[in-house]
């Protein structure tokens, strides 16, 4: 609720998918200081319809012309993960902030370029682990860092998604790469000074079995060991029949902290079958305002020039367990973060 | 998430103090559909100031002028509680659409003044009993209209705020015109076609015993019966030391439904002590998602030209229960509705 | 665990009904210290068959027959409430320890002549307050007691029982005699030192419509005022579809504390259509402790000649409060005390 | 409440320290079916004393003459583990029905011999994992098996102690054969019908650091996987904070089913800090009812010559887990079952 009496932030928003739209309404019209100016989006027409359906002025079917506008204060990147860490280099190559969905990189080599391009062109690079800005989440890690739980002992971080749509399209390692890197984030926000030794992981294609072949995991649990004694769980699947389930637990020499809800409501109904309560049916209801805390706090920092909550360095911090998980599939056995990180 | 390409809904708010700020804000910022034109309040610069912090072109001292304004479509009435019937009567005869805050009126007189203009002008009329846009509370009228827990037998609902600040500044009767008035709404609601017969109300000054003199009452509890037989309770208070306290309750012939919470945040605090979560504070924290509804709702109906969810029969029907519970303290017995409203 | 090095407390058992045969299975399996002697019932079988079931020697038709043998300690009355006082009476004067189910008496003249009858033969009198045993209800009195919410200022105690079988058998004012005293007395409980001053009760048959005629009223509001200013809401209903749902709740000038489950277990139960957790179905499943651990009080009690946690002065004191709930229905206005209690 | 006209069983226990104490409660004076009739305990005066509570007429210092005693029905084995499987086996081979708590044997060849000792003596076996008898993790097992929530595929087990006691006397690896293997139980019987295809362990002494190097693990997390495809985590520590802390987590094709309660009482205290709850402290707070509850099945297996809910293959079943874990922890690797049950 503060004033407003400079410009605005003026932003290009790379991606017009179902996040981009829900960047652009956040751009366009929940944050003060933001002015979504221009979408693009290489896919036909899309960029034009979101662009109507937001207000916004301009659109594009090429992302580098609206990255090097000079118009444009800040980069939004809600592209496909692999074309991320390419289009940070470009947008920080170019003297914008950038904001860049999870994964912000495949490769450590491609974390490793965008953090750099970042940094030498002094610009704020913050990434999309929104978990981070969740009101339950961050409670929960105020906790851990006063000193609530003592010294983390054991962690655990569980993300189920409501429902698996196209499993033929879904890449392999996505599980990894898109989904555990939420949990892999968490656990080390969680954990924290804490850097992790070795890694385990098992996964199996459960909820489309059909698609095990083409490379599809879809249900998976990672055993972390960190080098302060914390021995921390991540486990997903991709088909919750009762919506969309993310926790954390923090247990500590101290004490507990969970963060986590899984009721739509505080409504409860009370009849002869028992008490219901309605569950959250995705992420979109679950987390509508970390997603948009997470973008006014970018704009915030690209204003300001102050260093995101939520960096480059963070981004391969993540990135780092996921490979380690996805070498431990592959191999059958624990691996040490030396062996993806030398 | 709809296009929208018709002009926006130009709205007048009257009042810019607390609640005038937050509807300032929903209407400015996160209403796709409406425009905040004009800020009026008599107030020295409280127009101009929040004018400035919202970003609203205009503002003024005069209600009236800013009313009359012939570019405006709709206007929204959060002024002193004496002044809103008079100011829906007004707005109506402009040919605006009105949303105005809790208590419509104070006297049935100027309520029904407040009806029949709206309904000879033919335009919307909407009141601000922001829980029947809060998704709890909504979930359980849903629940009740759809027959899950039978017949309403017994019904609660309660307020409890989290401080008084300025028992001084507090107008008699305010407990029943003000805080009670949303109970009253949401027990007529959660009761549906059911018509009151009689109330019972008691009150005392146990938060600020030294203003009870000066016709402070700060506690109260009410009983009202209604002609399918179920008997409800109100109850508030002005000073919860854990923060903001709305619940509902509706027990039938066939379950119960319940609505409220407690918790700010899903995180739960483990340790020696117990288990430990965070409350909620504030209004503007619990309803923070309920009052940005009822304006979205409000300027839907302004648009559409279809009748609000909370109309000025609303208003009147809860106003009549003030008037009977403020009748009963004076009288120490219960009073028949139709002692006050022949 | 403490050693039973002398003779065990040997019990007569007045009544061998639903509630007789709970205690019986204390008395005779549950509570190292006692030892259920004789089982007394006039009607045909009963005594015996009871005594069959739990291995007690000895049963009669006759309670009188029961109370005057030398050979036994204390009398447990469960017989029907019309009977308890002139029971406790003889047992009393027989030199018994006494426990009594609630209502102790129906009149308050009933009521001092038992107090009186056990104070005259020294002999610790206990009354069936169970819900001051049950460790919900239990850890809020601490709560209360220790200052934890300060000065009480509103206080609601609920009863939804989960049927009503024989709504033709059950006795006028049984809703007032039998089940809100139970209430009453935890509000007097839970506002320790607080005298009522009015009471103000209204009533209907909503569950049994068909047997208003006949007197029975089988769902109350029941609203009481105190000399510390709080408000006090008592509510009953003879038919709960989800089960037994007995709540208390003390709201103070600190905060508020409150006791009541309406879960069986902690399973949760999540589905497409929501999250479920079965209820309490029944009395003898939520207060299967509390039931347990206050007739382990009593023969505590009755061992040591100490005087019980809930004595004939809180019987009378909750009949106070239900003579004055009866007398507003009649009267339809609240009710002084001084009415009822001279 | 069933009639009790056949002698009671007569039952010997082996073993007087705490659980050793409490069976010896649940049999003198909870079960009326059974008769605590010797009481038997190496160390000195163990056993006597234990008699001395709960009113048993014998005790000896030599489990063995208790076991050939022609008049005891049934033996309860509450001694140290590393004796278990010889008891068994010496109670199997004089005939008596075995009651022997977790963990049966901590070899295959203890177990099998054990296993193979019942069976050719056609006397009922049953092992000590409570949590099978526990209302909430019953619940959940029927929601398991009944379908609701389709084919399981993650699971989660925890066991968290309350306090590390004396950390020098834990024998090595105590936290797979004593603890876990509660969990490993769980896990195997809320995953009806699939068998476990692999384990890895990880474990610390993050409790008591000082012990690790004489073999302490207080910490570990360890994940199956099952031939049905599910994965499983089962996670515990021998300190938390703030209670006793055991919980289940099934989660399938068609939902989710948790068990397991932190809260002591429904008794809930909020004031300017926020909403608290007591936590369960201790074993025989959480599981007084289940102690009870399959100390009372035991005693109805041995009367009517039934096979127990909980058997000796169900004990080797939970060790094999413990035993690969155990490999696990030491390779550093995932063990197949195949590698330590051939």
Request: net charge negative; glycine share 8%; with cysteine.
């Amino acid at each position: 609720m503060t004033a407003t009496t400079s410009a605005p932030t003026r932003v290009a928003l790379i991606g017009a998918g179902r996040m981009g739209s829900f960047h652009a309404e956040s751009l366009a019209r929940r944050i003060p200081d933001a002015e979504l100016a221009v979408i693009a989006d290489p896919a036909d027409g899309a960029a034009q319809r979101l662009a109507a359906t937001v207000g916004c002025p301009r659109w594009t079917g090429d992302p580098a012309e609206a990255i090097v506008d000079p118009s444009i204060d800040a980069v939004v990147i809600v592209a496909p993960a692999r074309t991320h860490a390419a289009l940070v280099v470009a947008a920080a190559q170019a003297g914008k902030a950038v904001f860049c969905e999870k994964p912000m990189a495949l490769t450590l080599d491609e974390a490793d370029r965008a953090i750099v391009a970042a940094k030498d062109a002094g610009v704020a690079l913050q990434v999309g682990f929104n978990r981070r800005f969740a009101a339950d989440f961050r409670a929960a890690h105020q906790v851990v860092t006063a000193g609530g739980i003592g010294t983390p002992q054991l962690l655990r971080s569980v993300t189920r998604d409501p429902g698996l749509a196209n499993p033929e399209r879904v890449p392999p390692w996505t599980i990894y790469r898109e989904t555990l890197i939420h949990d892999f984030d968490a656990l080390l926000w969680l954990n924290p000074g804490a850097r992790p030794v070795d890694v385990y992981a098992v996964a199996d294609a459960l909820v489309a079995p059909a698609y095990k072949a083409s490379g599809l995991l879809d249900t998976s649990v990672v055993v972390i060991r960190f080098d302060n004694g914390a021995i921390a769980t991540a486990e997903a699947n991709f088909s919750a029949a009762y919506g969309y389930d993310v926790r954390g637990e923090v247990f500590g020499s101290a004490g507990m902290v969970t963060a986590g809800a899984h009721a739509q409501t505080s409504m409860r109904h009370y009849t002869a079958s028992g008490i219901r309560q309605q569950t959250v049916r995705g992420d979109a209801a679950l987390f509508h305002d970390a997603y948009t805390a997470e973008m006014a706090a970018f704009i915030g920092a690209a204003r300001n020039d102050t260093t995101p909550e939520v960096t480059g360095h963070d981004a391969r911090a993540a990135l780092v367990l996921a490979l380690a998980a996805i070498e431990s599939v592959k191999a059958g056995r624990p691996v040490p973060i030396s062996e993806v990180d030398a």
